[in-house]
């Protein structure tokens, strides 16, 4: 996977000499020591990672934590103090500032908790704002603002003025005018925090929509566990201006990195977080090989599942890639009917269930059907099982030992 941003012992520090707090941390002094001592604030400490293109990649952390600073280093709204932050291979801190208002006009977009609209303006030319400060002509910027309102829902609203829309109306046309440049990288500095619950949730929807559609490469500062877990590909956790450990959602829920990270997730409920992949069982299930021989297959099949007490089994090539389910009954009825296929046997009430799929879902399923799920991934390559005692044994695997 290609990487849109990588960042390199990026440090930023707040106060008059950086250069002798660089030295003091260099010496092996503590960001606590060296505010004492200077009065100088580390807000950004060796920060080094890389975010994929097409991601939506989650800085979270503690107020005070780092995130919003480092977010915006990422276009420099915030100056660096050393480090490099590269965007498609060009070194953001250090471009001129030609070149980085030309970056920020066409190919890097923010989003801010403040809404931040231009309340003169109504939201056609709110949202078209950015593409007139690039110098497109007006006809061609409404056309493009009319579109993107469109894709937010607002087209309908498009001559009145922000005063008359509600909070979360507001933040749809901070988002459709980030969008309305195209850009290839958005930041999201706690876009939605201001919103109540469930206009959040609706703008979190709305968010996922979208990069599906279009899969833009997304920075998302948020203090909110729910929402991270939610939306980003990858985590990365802050504290003290570090980041102490980046990994998926369920990386860090599982295998946190030290006590501060483990201390952030007290008390989660990880059922909550649980999708078909964390629950899915590749030994509980037969797997059959197709070959040739479809009624060797077949034989071989029934007899082993009679051996294992089981009734179904699941087809699966020999690139891993889920065919389809069997059982007893169906291929018996199979061969007696004179075909040689295992095909022939596949039973089309068994569907598979996606691997993200949320375990709330997954017991909906569960719970209408008595055999068991296939959970493939989004190459269909098969995963595992999913039964009732499957499920039911690992639920009280995770009571264990979060008690």
């Known amino acids: ?57 989650v800085l979270m952390g503690l107020s005070g934590s780092g995130k919003s600073t480092l977010i915006r280093l990422l276009n420099r709204l915030v100056e660096p103090t050393h480090g490099q932050i590269l965007l498609g291979g060009n070194d953001v ?31 056609l030319r709110n949202t078209a704002f950015g593409l007139e400060v690039a110098g497109v002509d ?22 009145q ?33 201001a919103l109540d619950p469930l206009k959040r949730t609706e703008m979190q929807e709305l968010l996922l929509q979208l990069q599906k559609e279009q899969q833009r490469t997304i920075v998302f500062v948020s203090h909110d566990l729910d929402e991270a877990f939610h939306i980003g590909n990858r985590i990365a956790i802050m504290e003290g201006g570090r980041i102490v450990q980046i990994g998926t959602p369920d990386e860090i829920l599982r295998h946190p990195s030290d006590e501060y990270v483990r201390a952030f997730f007290q008390g989660v409920d990880v059922k909550k977080y649980l999708i078909a992949r964390d629950v899915a069982d590749r030994e509980d299930t037969l797997v059959v090989h197709p070959s040739s021989d479809g009624r060797s297959d077949m034989t071989a099949a029934i007899e082993q599942l009679r051996e294992a007490h089981r009734n179904y089994a699941f087809a699966v090539d020999t690139d891993g890639r889920y065919q389809g389910a069997v059982s007893i009954d169906s291929m018996l009825q199979t061969m007696a009917a004179g075909h040689r296929s295992l095909a022939d046997a596949y039973l089309q009430e068994i569907a598979p269930v996606t691997q993200a799929m949320a375990l709330k879902d997954l017991i909906g399923h569960i719970v209408k059907n008595p055999f068991p799920l296939p959970v493939i991934d989004a190459d269909t390559h098969y995963l595992g099982a999913v039964t009732q005692t499957i499920l039911l044994k690992r639920m009280a695997h995770e009571e264990a030992d979060h008690e």
């Open 1 to 57: 996977m290609a990487e849109k941003v990588v960042v390199k012992s990026l440090y930023k520090v707040y106060g008059p000499n950086p250069t002798l707090a660089m030295q003091m941390l260099s010496a092996g002094l503590s960001k606590e020591e060296i505010f004492k001592q200077t009065g100088m604030t580390i807000g950004v400490k060796d920060a080094n990672f890389h975010v994929n293109e097409g991601e939506i990649f």
């Open 138 to 159: 007006k006809k061609a910027r409404e056309i493009r603002a009319l579109e993107v309102l469109d894709q937010v829902g607002l087209k309908a609203f498009a001559n």
């Open 161 to 193: 003025m922000p005063a008359e829309l509600s909070g979360g109306m507001q933040q749809r046309v901070g988002l459709a005018r980030a969008l309305a440049v195209d850009p290839s990288l958005m930041l999201m500095d706690e876009a939605f925090s």
């Open 93 to 123: 801190a250090a471009m001129s500032k030609k070149a980085l208002i030309e970056l920020r006009r066409k190919d890097l977009a923010m989003v801010f908790q403040s809404f931040a609209l231009l309340p003169h303006l109504s939201v």
